[in-house]
């Protein structure tokens, strides 16, 4: 069974720092588009940054120059690097991937909170 497990989330206060890891395990052939989603309070998900196979990168305008996405195709980790925070960045942040079993299928993260105080 393929699992998607995150950590590195907690509080901060704004201006400072986190980064989030996910780690992929169990029994598949490849990975193909891994990324970061999150979701405030009343608010629809939405997509922080992804980075698919070939390693090019892709931001919401909201965190461009702040956060750092990168992969160890090695590991099957992607990590989230965020720093200057606002509290705007207060969600729960999903870590996604688009996996190959048999089939090429979406799974998710069960979720890590951030919350950046002001």
Do not use: H
């Not at 193909?32 to 608010?43: L, S, V």
Request: aromatic share 10%; net charge positive.
């Amino acid at each position: 069974q393929v699992q998607l497990v995150e950590s590195g989330g907690g509080l901060v206060q704004a201006g400072g720092s986190l980064r989030l890891s996910c780690a992929a395990s169990g029994r598949f052939f490849s990975i193909n588009y891994m990324g970061w989603y999150r979701q405030a309070p009343e608010k629809q998900r939405e997509l922080v940054a992804s980075i698919p196979s070939d390693g090019r990168t892709n931001y919401a305008d909201s965190v461009k120059g702040r956060f750092t996405i990168s992969r160890d195709n090695a590991k099957n980790t992607v990590t989230l690097q965020m720093n200057s925070l606002e509290p705007e960045d207060t969600a729960v942040y999903y870590c996604n991937a688009r996996i190959r079993t048999t089939l090429y299928n979406t799974y998710w993260g069960q979720g890590t909170q951030v919350t950046v105080s002001s």
